[in-house]
């Protein structure tokens, strides 16, 4: 019996997750997640950071 491969390219064919509620939901969640962070993230990132919060690369 040969071994079924899976394949390297995804298609709307043969897209594995096609038709999966919770992964729909789960993509929607994430989308309405960027959507609000690009409405909160530019009031973040004008106020200064406190001496707790700056990036210190080593």
Avoid at 7 to 27: A, C, Q
């Amino acid at each position: 019996m040969p071994v079924e491969t899976i394949p390297i390219i995804v298609t709307p064919d043969n897209e594995p997750y096609l038709g999966r509620k919770l992964l729909f939901h789960f993509d929607q969640l994430i989308s309405s997640a960027m959507e609000q962070n690009t409405v909160t993230a530019p009031t973040s990132h004008a106020r200064k950071l406190t001496d707790h919060q700056p990036c210190r690369a080593g």
